[in-house]
């Protein structure tokens, strides 16, 4: 083996000692009443909560759906894998030291051999973690099955579950890459980088032998591993923001000239707008406005390219009138006097109706409904 | 004629100046909502704290309740030297003792003067204390827990009013006698041998630095008035007390006109450290007097009660250059010294102005020796030597006095009903502003201190009338929050307060929140009766006491099935809530206990004790809604009548034991 290649494999080697002391694995779950989360991290010989006594909180939350308490003396794979991650620390040095190839590809090999093990055991024990339920237990959901995603997040019940590589992890990625890197540079008909110039600087005069610039690469590789940990496993994603703000609704509708009924449009809660396929915006105060619009002008679904409503309940979310759900409540007043709210929710709709009365319709019945009180030919 | 009709000109010119801004004021906003300042300044969004905790006394329930500010939310209630039914204090095994008293257990009294514990003269919010007026007390509450930890009992004295200041760096919180009282302990005299009977005491009551354990230091002897208020120095005067008198009448009986004869009663000025060093030097002397010192020895135990059958007491006329008497109009109520040190302001209840004495003149006053009198030992200053100035018409009824830390004073006036606000270099009055309906205690968060956050001022009022929906005879007391940040003072909100709230303390959130514990720490838990594993669960007898050592958690009791008591057995259900989770308690009561519940934060042990009375299977249940299965956490206790109890057993699910086996 080369000699930066030996340095490179007894780097990638060295980069596996952090995994004895930082988490391989987060899972985190956030509920309602967990705002701040409950988690464990997946330690190469033991499993923690993120917090003291999360371990203990999750187990009593999970006996409820009979899922098995954690208790990691009782996972065997906590037990092997600290002597595996030492024998590749172990072995990796040595082929270093000894520096011939087959040592890498046996280091490689194993390598790679106990890596799909550990994430085939880790899958096998998140599987028995959530399929493994107690019978008696109290709460039990047919076919509901508990397991933690691998990777990624998930929602379980009422807990918003997450599973994310972390910090130990990362170094083994990077362990690993590095081993590919040593490959890569075995195979490589010249040496790359500053390597290059120095044998070039060698061949050139041998007398003025210029020091080789050997801290260049794990520079480089550190800097790499730096910017990877910056960037590393956050916990849960961002739930993005739901549709649109009411700032921007009112943007849409509000101060415009409802181009039906006539007047300027205020309040926006009852608003709707609607756009053809040659690109006219129509906007409206109210719903019955935009099914007169509609009516008068026998607009059929071919020519329009939207046509929206502002969610009641909401006030600000811009809902399609042909999904929509439309209460006619009088106890409510729309500005144009036939009361119609629109909802995209089953139960807001039911809601609406059992609180305060009147009957759901479809758009096509509004539109019905509008030419008939309207008495629009 | 020209000069009536100019007259009316004027006077319409001045309706409409006043109308003007008045309707500015009060033209609602668009958005149709109150105000919109007041209404904004106060709101604290869903999810957002707010800038201040307020503790706020209870008065007559004897508790202390904690609020927010500026949104004027109430957050807990914490009981003191009142049973609580609703939390178990009280009527808990191991908080009883706290309520014990030389005229044995309390379960009520009437706490005023909420104070939170200082470092150089500023609020850290390491405990708060609390007076117990009707048998004297002072408690101290943990402010990382939110609970009463220790209270202790103030010998030979009649109403702890002027009580619990502390010192600018709690050496000490003080009391006082409101009622004086004979000298000597339990002393049988006729009520009209008042002058020569009598006596009032000044206590100082030691604080521990690092544990906050109280220790009574020693009292004074002082003659027989009224001590009222009280209010350590700061600065300059950190080794001073003040304390407001009335009655220097010596009035026994219809105190509201044979105590308010005199043009001026007094200011008594206590120099602490002398009289600390003095006591040090063996100047006092023991004489008897029973007390009660009550606290919790170990970590999650029961709390214990220490006798003490004698007390330290200084006779200022063994011991010079202690006390000092400064005369002051007239039956003064509050005495509030300023952020400075320097000025001492007396709230004179019945008089027309504002006194302020300056402690500098004090000083020289008494190097000089102007002294009008000797009293008892105690040199009366001349009033003009120690004044440095009079508030000019400050309203009727001025009671008490806190500062903004940028040259101004606020002083509640409560005949008048108003804040009024004036300055400490002028003494000239700058605003007022009313207040719904007779203010008492005023608060500045910090307002007492060296340091005060001048940004809010809180009004707790004695009579709401009409503020409130009605809810009969008896109204809720308001308080009122104003913002006194800018020239004019703003009443922001109105809201009904808890018990009757008479002083109160506010801090900065940010002394307070990250010290607060989410959990007691089940393993470091001390009480000689708790269990830290579900398993250790069990029943005991020893003679006709029977010890259930129950576990608590998310849902079930262990164990739930216990049979083998019998009548005329003690059950004491020594119950653990094993779980370590914030927010998480559970409750504990079983029918027809004669007793109240218990509520068991996470990591804590409380017995609940039960004396059946007949036989029969009596259900028991947790109280505290703690989880989905909370309805399915409960359990069956069989009674047997004597002599025919099967041999005590206990059950959870499958797992059965018989006690020996």
Not at chain 1, 110 to 128: C, I, P, Q, T
Not at chain 1, 172 to 185: E, K, Y
Not at chain 2, 446 to 453: R, T
């Amino acid at each position: 083996m080369r000699k930066e290649s030996r340095l490179i494999l007894a780097l990638a080697a060295l980069l596996l000692l952090p995994v004895f002391f930082l988490p391989l694995w987060s899972i985190g779950v956030v509920a309602p009443q967990y705002s701040d989360g409950l988690g464990m991290y997946i330690m190469i010989d033991d499993v923690v909560g993120h917090e003291r006594h999360d371990i203990q909180n999750l187990n009593i939350l999970n006996h409820y759906i009979g899922m098995q308490p954690i208790v990691p003396e009782e996972v065997p794979a906590l037990d092997i894998m600290p002597w595996a991650v030492a024998f590749l620390i172990g072995f990796g040095l040595l082929a270093a030291v000894v520096g011939r190839r087959f040592m890498l590809y046996g280091w490689l090999g194993s390598f790679g051999v106990l890596g799909a093990a550990g994430m085939v055991e880790f899958y096998r024990w998140l599987y028995d973690y959530g399929h493994n339920l107690d019978p008696t237990a109290p709460i039990k959901i047919p076919g509901m099955t508990y397991q933690p995603p691998l990777i990624g997040t998930e929602q379980l019940l009422n807990m918003h579950a997450s599973s994310w590589p972390s910090w130990g992890t990362l170094f083994i990625t990077l362990s690993i890459l590095l081993g590919g890197l040593v490959l890569w540079n075995e195979f490589r008909p010249i040496r790359f980088l500053q390597w290059k110039r120095d044998q070039k600087d060698r061949t050139e005069d041998r007398t003025v032998r210029t020091r080789p610039r050997s801290g260049q690469l794990p520079t480089a590789a550190a800097i790499v591993s730096l910017v990877a940990l910056l960037g590393a496993c956050g916990q849960a994603p961002q739930a993005s923001a739901e549709a649109e703000s009411y700032d921007q609704t009112r943007s849409v509708l509000a101060g415009h000239e409802d181009d039906y009924c006539g007047g300027t449009i205020g309040e926006i809660r009852f608003g709707g707008e609607l756009v053809t396929t040659d690109g006219d915006t129509f906007r409206f105060l109210s719903t019955e406005c935009m099914a007169g619009f509609v009516a008068e002008n026998g607009i059929a679904n071919g020519q329009v390219r939207s046509m929206k409503v502002v969610e009641y309940t909401h006030g600000s979310r811009l809902i399609d009138a042909r999904e929509a759900r439309f209460v006619r409540s009088e106890q409510h007043s729309s500005p144009s006097g036939l009361d119609i709210l629109a909802t995209d929710r089953e139960l807001i709709a039911y809601n609406l109706r059992r609180f305060f009365g009147g009957d759901e319709l479809s758009w096509d019945e509004v539109v019905e409904l509008v030419r008939h009180e309207w008495d629009i030919r | 004629m020209s000069r009536v009709s100019k007259k009316m000109k004027y006077l319409g010119l001045g309706a409409l100046a006043v109308a003007l801004p008045v309707f500015l004021v009060a033209c609602p906003t668009a958005e149709g909502g109150p105000a919109g300042d007041a209404a904004t300044q106060t709101y604290v969004a869903p999810g957002e704290y707010d800038e201040f905790y307020a503790f706020l006394s209870g008065g007559y329930n004897g508790q202390m309740s904690v609020w927010g500010l500026p949104s004027g939310r109430m957050f807990k209630n914490i009981p003191v030297f009142s049973q609580d039914p609703e939390s178990g204090y009280g009527y808990s095994e191991e908080t009883k003792a706290l309520l014990n008293t030389s005229f044995g257990p309390q379960a009520w009294d009437d706490s005023h003067h909420p104070h939170i514990s200082q470092t150089d003269g500023d609020s850290d919010g390491r405990w708060i204390f609390i007076n117990a007026n009707n048998t004297p007390r002072i408690a101290r509450i943990d402010l990382t827990t939110f609970e009463t930890v220790e209270t202790i009992e103030i010998p030979n004295t009649g109403g702890n009013h002027a009580s619990s200041f502390v010192t600018s760096n709690t050496e000490y919180v003080i009391g006082a006698t409101r009622f004086s009282i004979p000298e000597e302990m339990d002393a049988d005299v006729p009520i009209d041998s008042y002058r020569e009977n009598f006596g009032g005491k000044i206590s100082f009551v030691a604080v521990d630095g690092e544990t906050g354990r109280m220790s009574m230091d020693f009292q004074l002897r002082v003659p027989p008035y009224n001590y009222d208020l009280a209010r350590a120095g700061k600065g300059p005067s950190a080794d001073w007390a003040f304390f407001t008198t009335y009655n220097t009448e010596q009035a026994h009986t219809l105190l509201e006109i044979g105590a308010s004869q005199n043009d001026k009663d007094f200011i008594l000025a206590v120099n602490w450290r002398r009289a600390a060093d003095a006591v040090a030097n063996g100047q006092a002397r023991q004489v008897p007097a029973e007390y009660y010192h009550n606290y919790y020895e170990s970590y999650g135990g029961y709390a214990i009660s220490d006798v003490h059958n004698d007390v330290l007491l200084l006779d200022p006329r063994d011991a010079e250059g202690i006390l000092y008497f400064l005369p002051t109009p007239k039956s003064p109520h509050g005495v509030d010294v300023d952020p400075s040190g320097e000025l001492i302001v007396a709230g004179g209840k019945l008089a027309t102005v504002i006194p302020v004495h300056s402690f500098s003149r004090m000083l020289s006053a008494i190097e000089n020796e102007e002294f009008e009198e000797i009293i008892d030992g105690i040199p009366v200053l001349r009033y003009e030597s120690t004044i440095a100035g009079e508030v000019e018409n400050p309203g009727l009824g001025p009671l008490h006095t806190e500062f903004d830390g940028r040259g101004n004073a606020y002083t509640s006036v409560y005949i008048s009903s108003e804040v009024v606000k004036w300055s400490l270099e002028t003494f000239e009055v700058l605003d007022r502003i009313e207040s719904f309906y007779s203010i008492g205690h005023l608060m500045i968060p910090g307002g007492d201190n060296v340091n005060p956050a001048g940004k809010y001022l809180i009004g707790m009022t004695k009579t709401a009338r009409d503020r409130f929906l009605p809810t009969g005879p008896k109204q809720a007391h308001p308080a009122q929050l104003y913002d006194i940040s800018g020239d004019r003072m703003v009443m922001l909100s109105d809201f009904p307060t808890f018990g009757e709230p008479h002083y109160a303390q506010a801090i900065e959130a940010s002394k307070i929140q990250p010290n607060n514990k989410r959990i007691y720490d089940l393993e470091a838990n001390e009480h000689p009766h708790a269990i830290k594993r579900t398993q250790d669960a069990r029943v005991e007898r020893e003679g006709n006491v029977v010890r259930v050592y129950m576990a608590h958690l998310r849902s079930h009791q262990r164990p739930d099935n216990i049979e083998g008591i019998e009548v005329g057995d003690t059950v004491y259900f020594h119950n653990t809530n094993v779980e370590q989770d914030w927010d998480v308690l559970h409750g504990m009561a079983i029918k027809g206990m004669g007793n109240a519940e218990v509520l068991i934060a996470p990591g804590q042990t409380k017995t609940l004790k039960w004396v059946p009375t007949r036989t029969g299977i009596f259900p028991f249940y947790c109280t505290a809604f703690c989880s989905a299965l909370h309805q399915e956490m409960q359990g069956y206790v069989r009674v047997s009548a004597q002599g025919e109890a099967p041999p005590l057993m206990w059950r959870t699910g499958d797992e059965q034991r018989v006690a020996g086996q």
